[in-house]
């Protein structure tokens, strides 16, 4: 072989081999995070029937899908949970015990995300002192934008708890004002928005996805759940409105959107207008987009699981997910745009059901009168509680001391009180939870939720099926059960290869997984485990 040649074979393996690299480390410019409010783990296979090829269908077939998910703590709220998606940690570690919590320094009740310094962006005509303050951990999209600080995130929301929570502090959240749905944010975060979004909230654009009726999108046989798609005290068939009592007394539009399908479709288009507007994913900067679904929680809780409402919102859900996925991809090129489905969490079963089979409901009102009412009976009369919040009850230690007891010693004592109430399967103290170490079981999962500055003194679990009892919804998901921890996961596009996964994950490690996928480090907090 002459000199030329050889130099020649040499410098084209070379150049294949540059190409090969360059392939293999090409990373997706747009990063699309969509959690539904609350979707159950067997939901996508068990309405798959009446789904159609485009939306759910699309990301399960052609995506990476992990159909056994669970979330590896208890008491799985909308906070919590977003707290562990945005960062990749269990709450022990990122501190997002629930959305308020009693504090020990000063007796208050504490609110993760209310500000009184940070204002309302304009456009907002309800409240909106919110910022991500009292955020722990950072969030994949915090690392993003420390790494690069060309690129962009955006999270929206109709909630703003969500919207911030998955956020983090960096990059902008935008959430739905509680009048007329208009997007807006807080000062903390940016000091304007885009006038895109100022003339789309003039124009009222928001409106035009209302619905006008809430009827069914199939017909009732096709209904998995049609025989339980009655709320109390209203009968709901398939010809007349699936209506909601919040529907008929709330005068603004915010209740219209929130409690029916119609708050998915407006976010999904609203996250297509700002795609475009914001030029995300455009350049080799790699930009985030969440979008929280609330409205899907919202019909949960409001509905119960076995409705039809409930069903049907998911059918809708469905369709709105075909056409944004036909949006973003209308080139046909799924390398550069990655899009990853999962949920905020499950829900239990519904406490009220039509078929006259009630599930238990816990009174926590009357739970803490007898507690106070048992430690005053033993150590004297004094406000020894703070409340209740969390599925813990938080001690007055001002109280306590001034009385000259043991807080460990009332925790104690508590907890053992507890264990005799109906429906209490688990009471465990803050001290057992911080003095030892669970590998397994239902006080592991207690204890990666326990956050010692934030979490109470003596936390329950309720036995399965029981709920809080309350007048605002039939359904929630605060327990360690699996009908609560169960999601769905799916990673689709950025050369991810489809398959179905049965090997059981934690939702944690999405976030690891995101990061490894942009190039970026972790989350300082998590675990740093990516999905198989």
Not at 21 to 37: E, F, H, M, S, W
Not at 449 to 455: N, V
Not at 468 to 475: A, K, L, T
Request: hydrophobic content about 35%; glycine content about 6%; aromatic content about 10%.
């Amino acid at each position: 072989m002459n000199k030329l040649l050889r130099h020649s074979i040499i410098a084209i393996v070379a150049l294949i081999a540059t190409c090969g690299t360059a392939t293999a480390q090409q990373k997706p410019r747009l990063v699309i995070n969509i959690v539904v409010g609350t979707m159950r783990g067997d939901d996508l296979e068990r309405f798959e029937s009446n789904f159609t090829e485009g939306g759910f269908k699309r990301l399960i077939n052609g995506g990476r899908y992990f159909n056994n998910a669970y979330y590896k703590f208890a008491h799985c709220t909308a906070a919590t949970t977003l707290a562990t998606l945005s960062s990749g940690a269990q709450p022990a570690d990122h501190g997002v015990v629930g959305s308020h919590w009693w504090s020990y320094a000063d007796g208050s009740y504490t609110s993760l995300i209310e500000d009184n310094k940070s204002y309302p962006i304009p456009f907002s005509t309800g409240t909106g002192n919110y910022s991500a303050k009292r955020l722990v951990a950072p969030t994949m999209g915090d690392m993003l934008l420390m790494k690069s600080p060309e690129s962009k995130q955006y999270t929206i929301a109709i909630d703003p708890q969500s919207a911030i929570v998955m956020n983090g502090k960096a990059g902008v959240p935008l959430w739905a004002e509680t009048n007329k749905t208009y997007w807006t944010t807080a000062t903390s975060f940016t000091e304007t928005i885009p006038e895109w979004i100022k003339r789309y909230n003039s124009d009222d654009t928001n409106s035009d996805y209302a619905l006008s009726r809430w009827t069914p999108l199939y017909k009732a046989a096709m209904y998995k759940n049609s025989e339980v798609a009655v709320m109390e005290g209203i009968s709901n068939k398939a010809t007349k409105l699936l209506s909601d009592v919040n529907l008929n007394l709330d005068e603004s539009k915010y209740g219209a959107m929130c409690y029916t399908p119609a708050g998915n479709t407006m976010l999904l288009k609203f996250a297509e207008r700002l795609i475009a507007e914001e030029s995300l994913g455009i350049d080799d900067n790699t930009d985030i987009l969440n979008i929280c679904l609330d409205s899907a929680r919202y019909i949960a809780e409001t509905y119960g699981p076995e409705s039809m409402e409930y069903e049907d919102m998911l059918y809708r859900l469905d369709r709105d997910i075909n056409e944004f996925l036909t949006h973003i991809y209308g080139s046909g090129d799924t390398q550069n745009i990655v899009v990853t489905l999962t949920a905020a969490h499950g829900t239990s079963p519904s406490y009220n059901p039509v078929d006259g089979k009630e599930h238990e409901r816990f009174n926590t009102r009357q739970m803490e009168v007898m507690v106070n009412a048992y430690v005053c009976a033993h150590h004297g009369s004094s406000d020894y509680l703070l409340g209740f919040a969390n599925n813990a009850i938080y001690l007055n230690h001002k109280a306590i001391y001034e009385n000259k007891l043991s807080v460990e010693q009332i925790r104690d004592e508590v907890a053992i009180f507890l264990l005799q109430m109906r429906g209490v399967s688990t009471a465990r103290s803050a001290t057992a939870l911080r003095n030892s170490a669970f590998t397994e079981g239902r006080a592991a999962l207690m204890q990666r939720g326990f956050y010692a500055a934030r979490s109470g003194d003596v936390l329950i679990d309720l036995a399965p099926g029981w709920i809080i009892e309350s007048s605002d919804y039939r359904s929630s998901a605060t327990s360690g059960y699996i009908y609560d921890r169960h999601v769905p996961i799916v990673i689709y596009g950025g050369g991810m290869e489809s398959a179905t996964i049965e090997e059981r994950v934690d939702p944690a490690a999405l976030a690891t997984t995101i990061c490894e996928l942009i190039d970026i480090d972790t989350p300082w907090s998590s675990e740093g485990v990516t999905l198989p």
